[in-house]
């Protein structure tokens, strides 16, 4: 079983529909949350960061993580054509750095937002 | 401020050639990583360097090296190019003062390798 989950799409809806992006995990022990985006031949580039459970929100972005589920997500409000892109969910059990502490990656959702 | 930048942006290798995948980054970025991005398998940390003289593998290291001799720069070494390690390679920084870490990866443009 892969320690982190998540469907890889791809998922197209019309312009200004609201988008739900979600990941299982199955390690307890991840405490930090993060969502990249990735456009087309480029680098993943920091969405969202979220620390333990609870809702995050950032404009017309939301992330949500239940750990009790071991399930996170990331909502899109009034979705614009520009925002598609694949978005990796990643987390890491600890804040601290060194050998122990590793970033595990989704393999990514390619989101198409039709104008 | 230029970030993290990855030099080539693209590469095609024969087996069994060797080539070094450029990386620099001008943040002042104690932490440095390579990752290869293959297609649905997400990001694989293939080495990474805490700081300075002090690099470290990750989870697919085997056909690679690397060298850490600035705080700037992280080259990625391939000695032996074979057709498995045609893939999207990313180098990306970080900061962590003391032991925490202080910023989420920053992540360079990457290099599309093809090995032939």
């Known amino acids: 079983q892969k320690e982190v989950e998540q469907d890889p799409g791809p998922l197209s809806v019309p312009e200004g529909a609201i988008v739900s992006l979600n990941c299982t995990y199955s390690?307890?022990?991840?405490?930090?949350f993060m969502w990249y985006r990735q456009y087309s031949r480029k680098g993943p580039e920091l969405l969202m960061y979220t620390y333990s459970s609870g809702n995050k929100e950032d404009g017309r972005f939301t992330a949500q993580v239940d750990k009790s589920s071991k399930y996170i997500s990331l909502f899109i409000r009034d979705s614009q054509p520009s925002d598609s892109a694949t978005y990796l969910c990643?987390?890491?059990?600890?804040?601290?750095?060194?050998?122990?502490?590793?970033?595990?990656f989704g393999t990514g959702t390619l989101l198409a937002v039709q104008p | 401020n230029a970030g993290v930048t990855q030099t080539p942006k693209f590469r095609i290798l024969k087996i069994g050639q060797s080539m070094t995948l450029q990386c620099t980054q001008d943040m002042n970025h104690n932490y440095m990583y390579w990752y290869r991005q293959d297609p649905g398998m997400g990001l694989k940390l293939i080495y990474y360097?805490?700081?300075?003289?002090?690099?470290d593998k990750g989870e697919v290291p085997n056909g690679y090296n690397v060298s850490r001799s600035t705080t700037e720069d992280f080259p990625l070494r391939l000695e032996l190019a074979a057709p498995s390690q045609t893939s999207v390679y990313f180098c990306?920084?970080?900061?962590?003062?003391?032991?925490?870490?202080?910023?989420?990866?920053?992540f360079g443009q990457g290099t599309r390798l093809t090995v032939v």
């Open positions: 990643a987390m890491r059990k600890t804040n601290y750095g060194g050998a122990t502490n590793k970033l595990i």
């Open positions: 990306a920084s970080s900061y962590s003062q003391g032991q925490r870490m202080n910023t989420e990866a920053f």
């Open positions: 390690n307890s022990a991840f405490q930090y």
């Open positions: 360097s805490v700081g300075a003289g002090i690099t």
